[in-house]
């Protein structure tokens, strides 16, 4: 009758723990027969109701059932590993031949990249940087440029006024005056920055990048800047780019000069983009005034210099072939992924 009972505890746990589907399944087929409250404690419990003497011969029988059991799980247990296993490499599978999902990448703005190369010509050239600051007093941005409060040049750029003395500087040229009153000559500065106007057309905007370079020493020339801008054209657009000085005016140099470059899109023959002239303006330049000089305590008499000062959208227009500055700033994708280096 014992017998009966414990054979068919074997046979029916066996049987459920080959049913079970997956490992969690088969814990719990265990867990009802060999845990803590599970069937064969149950059964050993029963123990109390024998007589003495048979005691010792149900244990014995209980434990047995008990090993076996382990041994039975553990067997089923394995083979139900295996099998997951199987299973999980079946679907889990890599195709390695499967072509790769693309990642979208972005990219440098063009704007960010002429002005990176344009630092990289100077800076290959000697130039340091400077960085000046975005809001200007009235001073650095035009009267220490040799541009008092009633002069007509003040005309010439719209300036935003953020009140009776402040303004957003309207010329990186600024810069030429924070850093002679910082540094005595030899100077050699490159001031990449933003500047502000009040304009807006298919060629002006009213926020722009201007790159300034300022240059002080003794016996500096119109002919160092020449050869200079020569160097620079040639990097910057063709091997064979030539450049051309026009007369030109502006307060803070003297003389001035309007720079141009012969057009790289038709070689300097004539065409659309340089206007039929074969030249394109790039920048304004000339020897810096003694006036300009005197306000920062350089003495003119010992020192010469020259001030340039470019347009970044301008030179990235030219470069690009682009024909409205708008499409700087509208950040459109379809037009910035044209630029991806
Ligand atoms: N600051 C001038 C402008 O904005 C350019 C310039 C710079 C001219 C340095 C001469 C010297 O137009």
Same mark, same amino acid.
């Given at each position: 009758m014992e017998q009966e009972k414990t054979d068919q505890l074997e046979q029916s746990a066996i049987k459920e723990a080959e049913q079970a589907e997956d490992s969690r399944a088969l814990y719990e087929v265990k867990m009802r027969f060999l845990?803590? &409250?599970g069937s064969v404690i149950q059964l050993m419990k029963k &123990?109390?109701?024998?007589?003495p003497e048979e005691r010792p011969e149900f244990g014995k029988k209980v434990n047995a059932l008990r090993e076996r059991l382990e041994r039975a799980f553990e067997r089923i247990e394995l083979a139900l590993k295996m099998r997951e296993l199987a299973e999980r490499l079946k679907t889990e599978n890599v195709d390695v031949t499967m072509p790769g999902r693309k990642r979208a990448s972005g990219a440098l703005h063009p704007v960010t990249v002429v002005k990176n190369q344009l630092v990289d010509i100077f800076a290959g050239m000697g130039f340091e940087i400077y960085e000046g600051p975005e809001i200007e007093s009235e001073y650095y941005n035009f009267t220490a440029l040799n541009t008092p409060a009633d002069h007509p040049a003040r005309d010439m750029q719209d300036t935003f006024y953020l009140n009776d003395s402040f303004l957003l500087r309207t010329q990186t040229s600024a810069g030429q005056i924070r850093v002679m009153e910082n540094k005595k000559p030899p100077i050699k500065v490159l001031s990449p920055g933003r500047v502000f106007r009040s304009d807006d057309d298919a060629t002006h905007s009213p926020m722009f990048h201007q790159m300034e370079g300022l240059v002080v020493d003794k016996g500096v020339t119109l002919c160092d800047l020449r050869g200079m801008l020569d160097e620079f054209a040639r990097t910057m657009f063709s091997e064979t780019s030539k450049t051309r000085l026009r007369p030109s005016y502006f307060p803070?140099?003297?003389p001035s000069v309007e720079v141009d470059v012969s057009c790289a899109a038709c070689g300097g023959d004539g065409c659309a983009l340089c206007k039929g002239t074969g030249w394109i303006e790039v920048l304004g330049a000339g020897m810096v005034h003694a006036n300009v000089l005197k306000n920062c305590g350089v003495d003119p008499e010992e020192y010469s210099g020259f001030a340039f000062g470019m347009g970044v959208e301008r030179i990235a227009m030219l470069k690009y072939g682009i024909n409205n500055i708008k499409l700087l700033t509208e950040n459109d994708v379809r037009f910035l992924e044209q630029f991806r280096g």
């Open positions: 845990g803590r &409250m &123990m109390r109701d024998l007589p803070f140099t003297e």
